[in-house]
């Protein structure tokens, strides 16, 4: 598909694991593909519209993995009355370096990244699409090739191979994510509520080093919890300047449940 039919028919396409779940192995194109991070917390009443915002992006994937979605769950917020069971330490670490980085005055939730930068453009459909469109023309500054395989019970095992040009201090990242979650909220500032989750990170690898040359090719195994559904499980690895904040390339790819 030519360049311009992709973008007008399929500006807001996403990667997810449902549409995937056949394949064992990706590599990014030669565009570049957008990192959505979702800052969010169960215990925020004006999280849930973003939650579901973030959401509905399931239904967009088609064939492309031009945005890549992760929902962060922050624990700063469980202090209210409700604990986050998704929230993590690290991820508020994530975000506070992503504001020192990204043009962002500070911290909050719901809070929105787009390739490392402080974005609001998810609160107008148009802009967030000019934005998605603008990052996708840029030709990408690194390749990422993924395998991702359920060859244990209990643990995923991820081949990464990375290559970039770029120059600057650069790292990548690896996400396992899940989708189709949902909680009853019984305090807080969501009591009584049913939320609905998607892309929420399960587990956070990194930051790893690129070597002086720009390139990696590295074996991750990942322990699984019996509780996580992996037919819903991905994995997203991204790279990112670490000076400027900047991600440089994003991808995702559904767990294989039989080994290659």
């Known amino acids: ?112 990244a787009i390739n490392g930068q402080d974005s609001r453009s998810w609160q107008n459909e148009a802009r967030f699409k000019n934005e998605i469109s603008n990052i996708y023309r840029m030709p990408a500054k690194a390749e990422i090739q993924l395998t991702a395989t359920a060859a244990k019970a209990d643990a995923l095992q991820v081949l990464t191979g990375i290559k970039s040009s770029a120059t600057g201090p650069l790292v990548y990242y690896l996400a396992l994510q899940e989708n189709n979650l949902q909680s009853t909220v019984n305090a807080g500032e969501n009591r009584g509520e049913q939320l609905q989750h998607d892309f929420v990170v399960r587990k956070w690898l990194g930051p790893f080093q690129l070597s002086a040359d720009g390139q990696t090719n590295t074996n991750h195994e990942i322990q699984l919890q019996s509780s996580w559904k992996k037919r819903d499980l991905s994995v997203v690895a991204f790279v990112q300047n670490t000076a400027t904040g900047d991600v440089l390339q994003a991808l995702a790819l559904g767990v294989c449940e039989k080994p290659i």
């Not at 975000?95 to 500070?106: D, F, K, L, P, S």
Request: glycine residues 4%; neutral net charge.
């Open 1 to 112: 598909m030519h360049t311009q039919s992709l973008l007008s028919a399929l500006c807001l396409i996403v990667f997810t694991a449902n549409a995937v779940a056949q394949e064992c192995s990706a590599v990014s194109g030669p565009q570049t593909n957008t990192l959505l991070e979702l800052y969010t917390s169960e215990g925020c009443s004006s999280c849930p519209p973003a939650d579901q915002w973030l959401s509905r992006l399931k239904s967009q994937a088609k064939t492309s993995a031009s945005v890549v979605p992760i929902a962060l769950h922050v624990d700063y917020w469980d202090y209210i009355g409700w604990q986050d069971r998704f929230a993590q330490p690290a991820f508020a670490k994530r975000q506070r370096e992503m504001a020192a980085t990204g043009h962002a005055r500070g911290v909050y939730t719901p809070q929105i």
